[in-house]
C-alpha cells in the first residue's frame, strides 16, 4: 500500500524560509513533486523532480524554491516566503509498478505579518 506523509508547514512571515518534507512508501517511485492549492484557485504544479535528480519549477518560484530527494523522500525547501505563496501544499509520486499518480495529505503554509 502505497502511503505518502508530508510535514514541515506552518505560519511564517513574508521573507521567512521553510521546509516541507515527503516520505514516500510502499512501492518504488520515479518522478516526485510537489504542488500547491490556495483557495479558489487550481491546483498548480510548484516544482518536480526525477529518479536522475533532474528538476523543474514553476516561474513563480524560481530561484526561491529548491527541491532535492533522498530516495523515497523529497524536499522543498521554501525562501523569501510571499504572501502569495500561501497555500496547502501536497506532494506527488508515480508507482513504477502501476503507473498510476499518488498525493500527500497535504500541509498548511501561510506566509503572513
Known amino acids: 500500500q502505497v502511503q505518502l506523509v508530508e510535514s514541515g508547514g506552518g505560519l511564517v512571515q513574508p521573507g521567512g524560509s521553510l521546509r516541507l518534507s515527503c516520505t514516500a512508501s510502499?512501492?518504488?517511485?520515479?518522478?516526485m513533486g510537489w504542488y500547491r492549492q490556495a483557495p479558489g484557485n487550481e491546483r498548480e504544479m510548484v516544482a518536480r523532480?526525477?529518479?536522475?535528480?533532474s528538476t523543474n519549477y514553476a516561474d513563480s518560484v524560481k530561484g526561491r524554491f529548491t527541491t532535492s530527494r533522498d530516495k523515497n523522500t523529497v524536499f522543498l525547501q521554501m525562501n523569501s516566503l510571499k504572501p502569495e505563496d500561501t497555500a496547502v501544499y501536497y506532494c506527488?509520486?508515480?508507482?513504477?509498478?502501476?503507473?498510476?499518480?499518488?498525493w500527500g495529505q497535504g500541509t498548511q503554509v501561510t506566509v503572513s505579518s
Open positions: 506527488q509520486t508515480q508507482d513504477l509498478w502501476n503507473g498510476r499518480y499518488y
Open positions: 510502499g512501492s518504488m517511485f520515479g518522478v
Open positions: 523532480i526525477n529518479s536522475g535528480d
